[in-house]
Nanobody, 125 residues
């Protein structure tokens, strides 16, 4: 059973940067598709971006393209989300997720087996 723990969230001013980390324990993420979702108050959970097990390809939702970058270090069992040029609309709880069901990145939260507890990111204007 894989446990995912996010860290690095917090409060930042618009235009600032944050780097989220997702550390896995209880199993390896080496062969798993990893992704980040977020959920703002009153809104549905939203796909942010994902990365293949090899790290060779990444995918992002349009609203974060060019600002967010996902990377992974399989040796450290860790995935990262670098967030630059943050906007107030990026405010949300961010979740790290892992899938054993798919070989490619999918935007459906139903395809991800493992979820972190979530971490708050707040961007002030």
């Amino acid at each position: 059973q894989v446990q995912l723990v996010e860290s690095g969230g917090g409060l930042v001013q618009a235009g600032g940067s944050l780097r989220l980390s997702c550390a896995a324990s209880g199993g390896t993420i080496r062969s798993k598709v990893m992704a980040w979702f977020r959920q703002a108050p009153g809104k549905e959970r939203e796909f942010v971006g994902g990365i293949l097990w090899s790290g060779s390809s990444t995918y992002y939702t349009d609203s974060v393209k060019g600002r967010f970058t996902i990377s992974r270090d399989n040796a450290k069992n860790t995935v990262y989300l670098q967030m630059n040029s943050l906007k107030p609309e990026d405010t949300a709880v961010y979740y790290c997720v892992a899938s054993t069901r798919v070989s490619g990145v999918t935007v459906s939260p139903l395809m991800y087996d493992y979820w972190g507890q979530g971490i708050q990111v707040t961007v002030s204007s």
